[in-house]
Every structure is written in C-alpha cells, then in structure tokens.
C-alpha cells in the first residue's frame, strides 16, 4: 500500500503530527509524510490552463498533486482555525482544481483519512468536519473511509486522549 500523509498544521511535532505519525504506524507500506508549512504553496488564479494540461504554477502542489495520484491511502490532517483547515490545506485543497477540471486526471478510488484537531473542546465544528468528506474527497472520487477528531487540542498533547484511542481501535 502505498501511503501518503500531508500535515496542515504549521506547528511540527504537535497534535496533527502526533496524530498521523500514530496512524502510519499501524498501516504496512510504504510512507511518505509531507509538511505543507515547509512546502512551496502558490494560490490558484482560476486560469484554467489545467484544463489543457498541467497547472502553469511551478510549485510543490504539483507533485503533491501527482503523489495523491499515486497513493493507495491519503492521510489529510489539519487543525481548524476559525472554523475551517489551515491556510497550508486550504491552499491545496483548491489547487484540486486542476484535477476536476482536467478529464485525463483522477483521484478516484482513493482512499482517505481525515485527522482534525481543535482547540475548542465542544462540537461546535462538527458539520464542518463532516463536509470534508463531500467537497473536497467525494466530489473528486476519493472514500473518507475514516475520520478523526480531536476537541480540546489546544496545546501539545492536550485534547488527543480519545483521538489516539479510536485510533487504536482503528482497523485498516
């Protein structure tokens, strides 16, 4: 299985980090995981030049791009800050674009992880979480065959108890 994970939170060894690196561990096969912070991320221009082609913005999302491609199993992680993923996920997510507008490309039938963390400890993003898996996954093929979240993770190692459980429990 060929597994490719992409860390949205700009803060290495925290609580999405944690979170993942706990996942892979349990998944055989081969790994890759990707920060987006230490990654060159350009915006979209809504060009549509990847209609015809590849995108015309020579950066990292292009081969972040192709290694979804590729992979068997995606591991999307983010914080939510102010209701919604990271600026660094968010930037990928729209860079999707490329593929749903390109009919020679497709992520269909991968599989996919979410891991979220949160700082507020109710469930206040709870429908938001839950539509991550229509738009962007869904709409592009993919199957969220998982989701996980964490309430309360403001801090390094605060918040994760039952997140770390459920991955535990978790059978890929």
């Known amino acids: ?28 096969g081969e790994k890759e995981i990707l920060f987006l912070n230490e990654l060159n991320l350009n915006y979209c221009n809504a060009c549509q030049a990847c209609q015809k082609g590849n995108c015309i913005k020579d950066d990292d999302t292009r081969e972040i791009i192709s290694k979804i491609e590729d992979a068997d199993l995606l591991i999307f992680s983010s914080p939510i800050y102010f209701g919604q993923v990271s600026a660094q996920a968010k930037t990928v997510i729209d860079r999707f674009y490329m593929i749903s507008q390109n009919p020679e490309r497709t992520l269909e039938g991968t599989k996919v992880i979410q891991v979220f963390t949160q700082a507020n400890p109710s469930d206040a993003f709870d429908q938001y979480i839950k539509s991550m898996e229509t738009m962007p996954f869904a709409f592009l093929g993919m199957e969220v065959i998982e989701t996980i979240s964490a309430k309360g993770a403001a801090g390094k190692g605060e918040g994760i108890e039952d997140a770390l459980k459920k991955i535990e429990e978790m059978e890929i």
């Open 1 to 28: 299985m060929k597994i490719l994970a992409l860390i949205g939170s700009p803060r290495k060894n925290g609580n999405c980090d944690i979170l993942v690196n706990k996942i892979a561990e349990k998944i055989d």
